[in-house]
Nanobody, 128 residues
Framework: QVQLVESGGGLVQAGGSLRLSCSAS????????AGWFRQAPGKEREFVAT????????HYADSVKGRFTISRDDTKNTVYLQMNSLKPEDTGVYYC?????????????????????WGQGTQVTVSS
């Protein structure tokens, strides 16, 4: 079983950067896909980015492509989301999640119901 804790959120001006961290407990974390989702005020939770268990493949929502980078460091049991050139519309609660099958392969996992474990979320606020 995997437990996830996000950190690194905060208040930043438009054009600035933040790096979110997702710290995982459980040895099996390294065998699963990890992803980031976000939920803006008054909106549904949406997909942001995902990374395969191996870290060799990533996929991003069009809205963040070229600005955000997802990565993982399995020696630290941590997944990161580097966010650059932030925009006010990036504001929301950011959640990390993990799921799929151990050492799984397939198309990018972009749906919430493909993930089994979720963190509590961290707030990101981008001011104009």
């Amino acid at each position: 079983q995997v437990q996830l804790v996000e950190s690194g959120g905060g208040l930043v001006q438009a054009g600035g950067s933040l790096r979110l961290s997702c710290s995982a407990s459980g040895r099996s974390f390294r065998t699963y896909v990890a992803g980031w989702f976000r939920q803006a005020p008054g909106k549904e939770r949406e997909f942001v980015a995902t990374i395969t268990w191996s870290g060799k493949s990533t996929h991003y929502a069009d809205s963040v492509k070229g600005r955000f980078t997802i990565s993982r460091d399995d020696t630290k049991n941590t997944v990161y989301l580097q966010m650059n050139s932030l925009k006010p519309e990036d504001t929301g609660v950011y959640y990390c999640a993990t799921g799929g099958r151990p050492y799984g392969t397939g198309p990018p996992m972009i749906a919430e119901n493909e993930y089994n474990y979720w963190g509590q979320g961290t707030q990101v606020t981008v001011s104009s």
